[in-house]
């Protein structure tokens, strides 16, 4: 399969870049990683006129730690960076354990962690993970930089709040809370594909070991990340037991998802699995936050 025709740009820095883009804020597709841009300009389903290819600005890949303690990641770092980083491996760990389970490893060396996010993949990892931490992004157009928090950027189905002009810049991940603890987990068929159902969890506890923060948040089952709000209320306030856990998990299931029937998995599996992989990442993530308390 070939794409439509379509003339390659390669900008020297951000600026160019975002000249380019003011300039053709409809016709233009920015190239990271080009793990998912070019499968789909192959079948066709994205022809841009114009690829902007920002391989080249190393501007954009980094990743350091803040004043206050946070994380700040260039959104051209690799996958295979972010994985392997030990920063991201002390200061976040949920980010630092859902690496591995993001395709294979080729696609780890050359995918990026801002491609992904913009993407915007139902069933990607990352954008759940990083609604759980609570992130935000820079994003800047020739004009402006504005920031958006996580939750507010996946709007739906590989839909994102970016405006066409503009670039994904920075990912800041707040300073981890003490006493807290997370937990990746995730079903799929075969080691490497994409999740039936995924979810991404982050606990705080407070004084007395009673939960001051829940954050529970399931990939492969809307058309974003979704926060199992309502799973999440009836965690905040109390001790944490492995009956309440159950119930939240539960909750989580049926009252806060409306899974999709699809070829892949019956919308009844997928609250199954939703079920018991929030309870194992809830039990996990209380463990990790009882060692840290
Ligand atoms: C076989 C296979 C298996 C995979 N399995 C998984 C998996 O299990 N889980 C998972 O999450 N992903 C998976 N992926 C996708 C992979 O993670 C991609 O790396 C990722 O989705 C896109 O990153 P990229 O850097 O390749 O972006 P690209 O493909 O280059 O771009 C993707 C989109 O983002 C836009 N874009 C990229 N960077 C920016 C930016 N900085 N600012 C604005 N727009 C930008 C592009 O214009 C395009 O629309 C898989 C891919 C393949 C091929």
């Given at each position: 399969m070939k794409p439509a025709p379509f003339q390659y740009l390669v900008p020297k820095n951000l600026d160019e870049c975002l000249q380019f883009l003011y300039q053709h804020p409809e016709d233009a597709k920015i190239l990271a990683g080009g793990q998912s841009l070019i499968p789909t300009m192959n079948f066709r389903m994205a022809q841009p006129m114009y690829l902007v290819d920002i391989?080249?600005?190393?501007?954009?890949s980094y990743i350091r730690a803040d004043k206050s303690g946070g994380l700040q990641i260039g959104a051209l770092s690799r996958h295979y960076q972010v994985e392997h980083d030990a920063l991201i491996a002390q200061k976040a760990p949920l980010l630092h354990d859902v690496?591995?389970?993001?395709?294979?490893v080729q696609i780890r060396t050359r995918g990026t962690i801002g491609g992904s996010l913009v993407h915007s993949?139902?069933?990607?990892e990352l954008p759940a993970v990083m609604v759980a931490l609570n992130a935000k992004f820079k994003v800047k157009n020739k004009k402006k930089e504005r920031w958006i928090p996580a939750e507010q950027f996946f709007v739906s189905l590989f839909t994102t709040?970016?405006?066409?002009?503009e670039v994904l810049v920075e990912i800041a991940i707040p300073p981890m809370p003490a006493h807290a603890g997370s937990s990746f987990q995730e079903f799929s068929r075969?080691?490497?594909?994409?999740?039936l159902v995924g979810v991404a969890c982050l606990l705080v506890l407070g004084k007395?070991?009673?939960?001051?923060q829940a954050r529970l948040v399931y990939l492969g089952v809307g058309e974003g990340p979704i926060m199992a709000s309502q799973a999440c209320k009836t965690l905040i306030g109390k001790q944490l037991t492995p009956d309440l856990l159950q119930q939240a998990a539960k909750i989580a299931a049926q009252n806060d998802l409306t899974p999709p029937n699809d070829l892949h998995a019956s919308s009844a599996y997928r609250r199954h699995l939703a079920e018991v992989l929030g309870e194992q990442a809830l039990s996990q993530a209380l463990e990790r936050a009882e060692k840290n308390v």
């Open positions: 391989n080249n600005l190393q501007e954009l690496m591995p389970w993001i395709g294979h993949d139902p069933a990607a709040a970016l405006e066409h002009n075969r080691k490497g594909d994409f999740a007395g070991n009673v939960c001051d």
